[in-house]
């Protein structure tokens, strides 16, 4: 099906009431349904937003076209949880209804202050010429979850000598006001990020460029979201028309990052920043969101999708997911990516142990399982996943922990797509016993090399019978298999 202009903008009230429902059955029939990731009930999910804690709960919302699996009229979608894992779905929050976000409520975040939420998102307009506008606009939540916007745009246009492509504001307290960094595109067609200070979240002082790196840094910046912590200040973004040469990537779009030693408010800079790296080293993940909880954990959520790509659950009337939630550590100016420990609070039951000994094969039927794997030093082998009786299908992870060296394939895990962008992710690793963490979801795997010192996350499409795991390895390893329960 062709989407026209007008059907992707078309206010969500005039579509027919059976619209929805007849996607509904049909996302519901999908073999690639996720057990414990937040998915679309239709429609196609994006960014995650407003990711917060807030009158006692985690909340975060995503990026929502419900009408299919289309880039359409966005709007905000809100859940709540207790625990990270377990999550409520409180419907549509944040609808396109006014002058100021008529084509979209695109993305933004989320500050708790007083006895409110905070919101702060781009409002998307289209003229009748088709021309971009972009409003930096507000709202609050409270604790019932009813969100009331702000009339009056905190941002009404980007400061003189930047381009309309001007979104995706966050928001955070710094000393005794509020700081809000954005994406940018500067006149020269040069992304940009930008930063703007204020003491009530009303009215804002625009500060200017952020410095962080000396390096072009593609078209445009999407999804800026900076971290200030006690030692040092991590910058996350996704640069879009980034040159590979200046950090390697194959996705359409890296999501990328830098860590400095501070930010430096006064210059507007980060401190020696690092070169940029790859945040996730697999096919999917784009418009990460981290924060500083109040535990003083910063935590984060990607998008698991890449825009402008077709995925096999499109013909289904359904798109993407997000990943789980993870918790961030820097140490010595690296980053470590690892599960929250309440991904724990999904193991069913107890773990099946195995090692080079027993068994090297497994039917798991679920494919929704962690699974633990310490090999000894120097190993090199190969772990396959969603495999078949035949052992000729898969998702192939290769590993040579003598060399550092981890490669990915996905050619033969299922459904084919994204091929424009190849089917193999390769990375270096610690040349260290290896240690892998991977966590599988019906169409999903996120996995974590050494703790947290690399992750790879991927959308995987296989067929139902596709349920093996299989490892071939050269030396010892302990491995543990947990099946996990369904959240949804
Ligand atoms: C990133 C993005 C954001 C924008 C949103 C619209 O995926 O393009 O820049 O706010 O998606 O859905």
Not at 88 to 116: C, I, M, N, R
Not at 310 to 327: F, G, I, N, R
Not at 358 to 369: L, M, P
Request: hydrophobic share 35%; charged share 25%.
């Amino acid at each position: 099906k062709i989407w026209t202009k007008e059907e992707r903008y078309r206010p969500y009230q005039e579509w027919d009431k059976t619209h929805l429902a007849l996607l509904q059955e049909k996302a519901a029939n999908s073999k690639w349904r996720l057990g414990y990731h937040i998915q679309p009930n239709t429609g196609l999910l994006n960014d995650p937003n407003g990711f917060s804690y807030f009158n006692n709960q985690w909340h975060v919302f995503y990026q929502s076209y419900p009408m299919g699996a289309v880039h359409g009229l966005k709007s905000w979608y809100h859940l709540t949880s207790d625990n990270l894992v377990d999550w409520k779905e409180e419907g549509t929050k944040v609808f396109p209804d006014s002058l100021y976000d008529s084509h979209g409520v695109y993305s933004g975040t989320a500050l708790p202050v007083s006895d409110q939420l905070f919101l702060a998102y781009t409002g998307n307009v289209r003229d009748a010429e088709w021309v971009r506008h972009s409003y930096q606009l507000g709202a609050w939540m409270d604790a019932s979850g009813t969100v009331q916007k702000i009339e009056t745009p905190l941002i009404t246009e980007p400061p003189t000598g930047y381009t309309s492509e001007f979104r995706d504001p966050q928001v955070f307290r710094y000393n005794d006001g509020y700081l809000l960094v954005i994406g940018a595109q500067d006149e020269t067609e040069k992304g940009k990020i930008l930063t703007y200070q204020s003491s009530d979240l009303l009215t804002w002082q625009y500060k200017g460029e952020l410095e962080f790196t000396d390096k072009e840094m593609g078209f445009m910046i999407e999804c800026p979201n900076l971290l200030v912590t006690e030692d040092a200040a991590l910058l996350i973004f996704c640069p879009q028309g980034l040159e590979a040469a200046i950090c390697f990537y194959e996705n359409i779009y890296p999501n990328t990052y830098v860590i400095g030693d501070s930010y430096d408010s006064e210059a507007n800079r980060l401190i020696q920043p690092t070169a940029l790296k790859n945040l996730d080293e697999g096919f999917d993940v784009y418009a990460t969101q981290a924060f500083k909880a109040p535990d003083n954990r910063l935590l984060s959520i990607s998008w698991v999708g890449l825009p402008e790509i077709e995925y096999p659950t499109d013909q289904e009337e359904w798109a993407h997911c997000l990943s789980s939630v993870k918790e961030l550590l820097i140490k010595d100016k690296k980053l470590y990516q690892r599960p929250v420990a309440e991904m724990k609070q999904l193991r069913a039951g107890g773990a099946l142990e195995f090692n080079k000994d027993s068994n090297s094969f497994f039917e798991t039927d679920t494919n929704q399982y962690e699974l633990m794997l310490s090999f000894d030093p120097l190993s090199c082998g190969t772990l396959t996943l969603f495999t078949n009786k035949e052992q000729n299908k898969g998702l192939t992870i290769n590993f040579d922990s003598q060399h550092g060296k981890i490669t990915i394939d996905r050619s033969q895990a299922g459904a084919v797509f994204g091929e424009e962008y190849g089917f193999v992710r390769s990375f270096s690793v610690e040349q260290k016993p290896l240690e892998l963490q991977i966590f599988v979801d019906s169409s999903i795997v996120e996995v974590f090399i050494n703790e947290g010192e690399k992750v790879a996350t991927m959308r995987v499409f296989p067929e139902t019978h596709q349920t093996g795991v299989h490892l071939e390895c050269d030396g010892g390893y302990q491995g543990k298999l947990w099946q996990l329960r369904k959240t949804n």
